[in-house]
């Protein structure tokens, strides 16, 4: 075991505690940890799928042990979290009554059923979703109307990404418009979690390498945002997620099966995890949340965090040099920084970011990506300015206002489309 991954267990220890059960054929376990909960279990998975066979065969072998009963059985969610399967799965609760909801997928599947769990028990005063996005919005109706807390979840994770097994964090997505909208509310944090690392070894590398780039998102985006209350967590989770994500990524890119680099990204992007509960994301995750259609969450996060890293320079050269190490140590920063500052040492940083995008064959700008249009620009602007999704320009360690967007977010998209970083404005 290196000594990064001591580090990551230590932070995961203090995070989670005996709340989640992580590492190397942990899945058996299950049974008993759905058990302290209830013995009436809804198990939600990809039962389609080849490659959750061996997984099924596991759980419900777990959960007979431990004496549960299975009330139902429903598929998983699509990518991004469709509203369809949120309501679908909201079906199955309505009528199977569990007790205990398994959820077991990427985060995806566990985001639909966590919201799904939020309205089943807010239904009858708000059979929409809409009205759960936002910050804290399911406990103010919970409290408001002396309800109990939502049906706990068990989350079984199985691919190395989101850490929507460990946070308050719900992603939606409305496919009509193709804007993914947010819940973040610390009464759909699943009770229970379980993640065994050597699923991952199982997963398409594309899925993988995705996750690996939001782990790193979470932990770079939170960092920058830090207030000074935080930053020294904040960065301590950050690098010790780097740590792991940057090497584990490179590695798993070579042999999608090496089980080192599924523990790797499995820490990494729980540290991940771990971040976005002690602060927030900010730019690239807002703008992701409007490229659904074009591109995976992770790759889309990975594609504009360069670019935000720069516009951040200015006012963040402490984080950028920590950050910037981290990239130096795992060679993908050849120059000398620690003599930099200000906007050169975020070009450096930005340039080492996008030089880990081409080592694992993802795109640096916007343009090369099949499908994305000027349109998906216009929507990010717009979707800036939605009140639901301001809190990720209050994260941003330059603050944004919806009358200042254009004029600063619209050239770090200009950017992005063009790879140019030179296009970035800096504000004064």
């Given at each position: 075991?290196?000594?990064?991954?001591?580090?990551?267990?230590?932070?995961?220890?203090?995070?989670?505690?005996?709340?989640?059960?992580?590492?190397?054929?942990?899945?058996?376990?299950?049974?008993?940890?759905t058990a302290s909960l209830g013995k009436k279990a809804l198990v939600v998975g990809h039962f389609d799928s080849d490659w959750f066979a061996p997984m099924k065969e596991t759980i419900m072998a777990s959960l007979t042990e431990a004496d549960v009963e299975i009330v139902g059985m429903a598929n998983g969610a699509k990518p991004n979290a469709p509203f369809a399967d949120a309501y679908?799965?909201?079906?199955?609760?309505?009528?199977?009554?569990?007790?205990?909801?398994?959820?077991?997928?990427?985060?995806?599947?566990?985001?639909?059923?966590?919201?799904?769990?939020?309205?089943?028990?807010?239904?009858?005063?708000?059979?929409?979703?809409?009205?759960?996005?936002?910050?804290?919005?399911?406990?103010?109706?919970?409290?408001?109307?002396?309800?109990?807390?939502?049906?706990p979840i068990v989350a079984i994770m199985t691919s190395a990404s989101s850490g929507a097994h460990l946070t308050k964090y719900s992603n939606i997505t409305d496919m009509e418009s193709g804007q993914k909208k947010l819940i973040v509310d610390e009464a759909v944090i699943p009770p229970k979690a379980i993640f065994d690392y050597d699923i991952i070894a199982s997963q398409p590398i594309s899925l993988?390498?995705?996750?690996?780039?939001?782990?790193?998102?979470?932990?770079?985006?939170?960092?920058?945002?830090?207030?000074?209350?935080?930053?020294?967590?904040?960065?301590?989770i950050c690098e010790a997620a780097l740590d792991l994500l940057i090497p584990g990524v490179i590695k798993t890119t070579q042999d999608n099966k090496d089980l080192e680099a599924a523990r790797m990204l499995g820490l990494g992007t729980d540290l991940g995890g771990y971040a976005i509960m002690?602060?927030?994301?900010?730019?690239?995750?807002?703008?992701?949340?409007?490229?659904?259609?074009?591109?995976?969450?992770?790759?889309?996060c990975a594609l504009m965090l360069p670019y935000y890293a720069l516009f951040f320079a200015p006012v963040s050269e402490k984080k950028?040099?920590?950050?910037?190490?981290?990239?130096?140590?795992?060679?993908?920063?050849?120059?000398?920084?620690?003599?930099?500052?200000?906007?050169?040492?975020?070009?450096?940083?930005?340039?080492?970011?996008?030089e880990l995008?081409?080592?694992?064959?993802?795109?640096?700008k916007l343009a090369d990506v099949e499908g994305v249009s000027r349109e998906h620009v216009d929507r990010c602007l717009s979707a800036a300015k939605n009140p639901v999704l301001e809190m990720k320009l209050r994260n941003m360690p330059v603050?944004?206002?919806?009358?200042?967007?254009?004029?600063?977010m619209?050239?770090?998209?200009?950017?992005?489309?063009?790879?140019?970083?030179?296009?970035i404005k800096n504000m004064d």
């Amino acid at each position: 075991m290196s000594e990064a991954e001591d580090r990551a267990k230590a932070l995961l220890a203090e995070f989670k505690g005996e709340d989640y059960v992580y590492g190397s054929k942990v899945l058996d376990q299950m049974g008993a940890v759905t058990a302290s909960l209830g013995k009436k279990a809804l198990v939600v998975g990809h039962f389609d799928s080849d490659w959750f066979a061996p997984m099924k065969e596991t759980i419900m072998a777990s959960l007979t042990e431990a004496d549960v009963e299975i009330v139902g059985m429903a598929n998983g969610a699509k990518p991004n979290a469709p509203f369809a399967d949120a309501y679908r799965l909201h079906s199955h609760i309505m009528h199977k009554k569990p007790e205990v909801i398994i959820a077991a997928g990427g985060g995806s599947t566990i985001d639909a059923c966590k919201c799904a769990a939020a309205l089943s028990r807010l239904g009858h005063i708000t059979p929409e979703i809409d009205p759960l996005f936002g910050v804290g919005e399911v406990s103010k109706l919970i409290d408001a109307n002396n309800l109990e807390p939502i049906i706990p979840i068990v989350a079984i994770m199985t691919s190395a990404s989101s850490g929507a097994h460990l946070t308050k964090y719900s992603n939606i997505t409305d496919m009509e418009s193709g804007q993914k909208k947010l819940i973040v509310d610390e009464a759909v944090i699943p009770p229970k979690a379980i993640f065994d690392y050597d699923i991952i070894a199982s997963q398409p590398i594309s899925l993988t390498q995705d996750g690996a780039l939001d782990g790193i998102a979470h932990a770079v985006e939170v960092y920058f945002g830090a207030a000074p209350e935080t930053e020294e967590k904040t960065c301590e989770i950050c690098e010790a997620a780097l740590d792991l994500l940057i090497p584990g990524v490179i590695k798993t890119t070579q042999d999608n099966k090496d089980l080192e680099a599924a523990r790797m990204l499995g820490l990494g992007t729980d540290l991940g995890g771990y971040a976005i509960m002690v602060g927030g994301t900010n730019g690239p995750h807002l703008n992701s949340f409007s490229m659904v259609d074009v591109l995976p969450h992770g790759r889309a996060c990975a594609l504009m965090l360069p670019y935000y890293a720069l516009f951040f320079a200015p006012v963040s050269e402490k984080k950028l040099l920590n950050i910037g190490n981290v990239y130096k140590k795992h060679g993908l920063i050849t120059q000398d920084i620690s003599n930099l500052t200000g906007r050169d040492l975020g070009m450096a940083v930005a340039q080492g970011m996008l030089e880990l995008s081409k080592k694992i064959g993802f795109p640096a700008k916007l343009a090369d990506v099949e499908g994305v249009s000027r349109e998906h620009v216009d929507r990010c602007l717009s979707a800036a300015k939605n009140p639901v999704l301001e809190m990720k320009l209050r994260n941003m360690p330059v603050p944004l206002s919806a009358d200042l967007v254009d004029e600063y977010m619209g050239p770090i998209l200009e950017a992005a489309w063009n790879g140019d970083l030179n296009r970035i404005k800096n504000m004064d």
